[in-house]
């Protein structure tokens, strides 16, 4: 590694994350659609993405994790219907423009970001689209007649078994990886950027089965990005050892593998039926319980491995499971006080903790009123075009959230108002 890679790129030092000589250890957000901003929405784009890195920077939040593009197209509406690869083997890199210049405006604000290169999950076409492609029919997809989780389970298992669609997998990273940035001139395997390179959204062998070539799947991925890119971290994106059928020998298997630098997972506790229904001030014991439950058991494992954890995807509905950006986030704040304090206390316990990634930022944006889920044409959030708009965001408006944030993060001064056209930003 040269001097300037050594200055520059995060590493993972037994398990801490370093920069140069300093520990890094970060309050980060899930930005996932933030490489499309500046394509789909052009200047006023661009103006939104220096004003949201602006906002981010100045309220303590230093690493976004962001998806590299969508798979395949389709009129399905509760998906991102851009894709930077429309059919197998065919890329739009003008699409790819607008993850350059999310990527240049995060090098200037010395921002780091996580990308996730495919998802499991069919809203941005992941491996059911290569399933597609390569003759396995129809996805089940959610909210149509047809459609069960058995169903879903049973179809994306098959991405393991398939040579072709994992070949052509292989393919689209080395695009992505070898692509050169449009703004910067930077690579992206030279990028410092980057932080680090995701395998996939949530990636589950959606069943025993199939469990030793999903183990196979992930070392060989892992390896075939170092062998392209020897300056940035890869990470798998797993949720934990629930995205294994609880079996933590999986979790800690596809871990230890020597090209994977850190470990994940993701806590949602509104899809585990941690509380029911709109009573989450009820759930609240059972929440924070299995909360704590969930991470001390993947603790464990990070200590055991002597690898960096990260926190990276985490969210709670605003309270009584409003979709109305006017609600309050009484549940919600308690909730990230919570978690940002286990980050803290490892912090400065020199622990396994190093990141959390809360889910989601939604901006400047703005749920439509009357409207549960995003159309064609609205702005991007924090939920997926698949999700309730206003579910799990949080927008620039939620100071309350945002008092929490920073005060985790060590910033003292107040908050002032930023303008992007006539919205308002607190920062």
């Given at each position: 590694?040269?001097?300037?890679?050594?200055?520059?790129?995060?590493?993972?030092?037994?398990?801490?994350?370093?920069?140069?000589?300093?520990?890094?250890?970060?309050?980060?957000?899930?930005?996932?659609?933030?490489?499309?901003?500046?394509?789909?929405?052009?200047?006023?784009?661009?103006?939104?993405?220096?004003?949201?890195?602006?906002?981010?920077?100045?309220?303590?939040?230093?690493?976004?994790?962001?998806?590299?593009?969508?798979?395949?197209?389709?009129?399905?509406?509760?998906?991102?219907?851009?894709?930077?690869?429309?059919?197998?083997?065919?890329?739009?890199?003008?699409?790819?423009?607008?993850?350059?210049?999310?990527?240049?405006?995060?090098?200037?604000?010395?921002?780091?970001?996580?990308?996730?290169?495919?998802?499991?999950?069919?809203?941005?076409?992941?491996?059911?689209?290569?399933?597609?492609?390569?003759?396995?029919?129809?996805?089940?997809?959610?909210?149509?007649?047809?459609?069960?989780?058995?169903?879903?389970?049973?179809?994306?298992?098959?991405?393991?078994?398939?040579?072709?669609?994992?070949?052509?997998?292989?393919?689209?990273?080395?695009?992505?990886?070898?692509?050169?940035?449009?703004?910067?001139?930077?690579?992206?395997?030279?990028?410092?950027?980057?932080?680090?390179?995701?395998?996939?959204?949530?990636?589950?062998?959606?069943?025993?089965?199939?469990?030793?070539?999903?183990?196979?799947?992930?070392?060989?991925?892992?390896?075939?990005?170092?062998?392209?890119?020897?300056?940035?971290?890869?990470?798998?994106?797993?949720?934990?050892?629930?995205?294994?059928?609880?079996?933590?020998?999986?979790?800690?298997?596809?871990?230890?593998?020597?090209?994977?630098?850190?470990?994940?997972?993701?806590?949602?506790?509104?899809?585990?039926?941690?509380?029911?229904?709109?009573?989450?001030?009820?759930?609240?014991?059972?929440?924070?319980?299995?909360?704590?439950?969930?991470?001390?058991?993947?603790?464990?494992?990070?200590?055991?491995?002597?690898?960096?954890?990260?926190?990276?995807?985490?969210?709670?509905?605003?309270?009584?499971?409003?979709?109305?950006?006017?609600?309050?986030?009484?549940?919600?704040?308690?909730?990230?006080?919570?978690?940002?304090?286990?980050?803290?206390?490892?912090?400065?316990?020199?622990?396994?903790?190093?990141?959390?990634?809360?889910?989601?930022?939604?901006?400047?944006?703005?749920?439509?009123?009357?409207?549960?889920?995003?159309?064609p044409g609205d702005d991007y959030m924090g939920d997926p075009p698949q999700e309730e708009q206003g579910l799990n965001a949080v927008f620039d408006s939620d100071v309350s959230t945002w008092k929490i944030i920073r005060g985790a993060a060590g910033i003292k001064?107040?908050?002032?108002?930023?303008?992007?056209?006539?919205?308002?930003?607190?920062?």
């Amino acid at each position: 590694m040269t001097a300037f890679a050594q200055h520059v790129y995060v590493r993972a030092l037994e398990h801490h994350f370093i920069i140069g000589s300093k520990i890094y250890q970060y309050i980060g957000a899930n930005y996932w659609y933030g490489g499309l901003l500046s394509v789909v929405k052009g200047e006023s784009g661009k103006r939104r993405i220096q004003t949201e890195l602006d906002f981010l920077k100045n309220n303590g939040v230093t690493n976004l994790r962001v998806m590299v593009g969508a798979e395949g197209l389709s009129t399905y509406p509760f998906r991102v219907p851009e894709s930077n690869q429309p059919e197998q083997g065919v890329y739009d890199d003008k699409l790819m423009i607008g993850l350059d210049y999310l990527l240049q405006e995060m090098g200037k604000r010395k921002m780091k970001a996580v990308l996730f290169l495919t998802n499991t999950w069919e809203w941005s076409g992941g491996f059911g689209q290569y399933l597609q492609w390569n003759g396995y029919g129809p996805q089940p997809l959610p909210k149509t007649p047809e459609y069960s989780w058995d169903k879903s389970k049973a179809y994306i298992t098959q991405f393991f078994n398939c040579d072709n669609c994992k070949a052509a997998l292989d393919r689209y990273i080395k695009h992505i990886i070898t692509r050169k940035n449009t703004f910067s001139g930077f690579k992206y395997a030279d990028d410092p950027a980057i932080m680090a390179w995701e395998l996939c959204n949530e990636p589950r062998p959606m069943g025993t089965a199939n469990t030793p070539l999903y183990v196979q799947w992930i070392s060989h991925t892992a390896a075939l990005i170092k062998s392209i890119d020897k300056n940035h971290l890869v990470t798998t994106g797993s949720e934990g050892d629930i995205a294994t059928d609880n079996n933590m020998d999986v979790y800690q298997a596809v871990h230890a593998d020597k090209n994977i630098d850190y470990l994940t997972i993701h806590i949602w506790p509104k899809n585990w039926q941690w509380f029911k229904d709109t009573s989450i001030i009820a759930g609240m014991p059972t929440i924070i319980s299995n909360t704590k439950n969930y991470i001390d058991k993947h603790v464990a494992v990070a200590r055991k491995l002597n690898k960096p954890l990260v926190i990276e995807e985490f969210g709670l509905p605003r309270d009584k499971h409003s979709f109305d950006i006017k609600s309050s986030t009484n549940s919600r704040d308690g909730y990230y006080t919570y978690l940002l304090m286990q980050w803290l206390q490892s912090k400065n316990n020199h622990d396994v903790i190093n990141g959390l990634n809360f889910w989601a930022f939604g901006g400047i944006a703005r749920p439509i009123p009357g409207q549960l889920f995003w159309k064609p044409g609205d702005d991007y959030m924090g939920d997926p075009p698949q999700e309730e708009q206003g579910l799990n965001a949080v927008f620039d408006s939620d100071v309350s959230t945002w008092k929490i944030i920073r005060g985790a993060a060590g910033i003292k001064s107040k908050p002032v108002v930023a303008r992007h056209g006539n919205k308002k930003a607190f920062r």
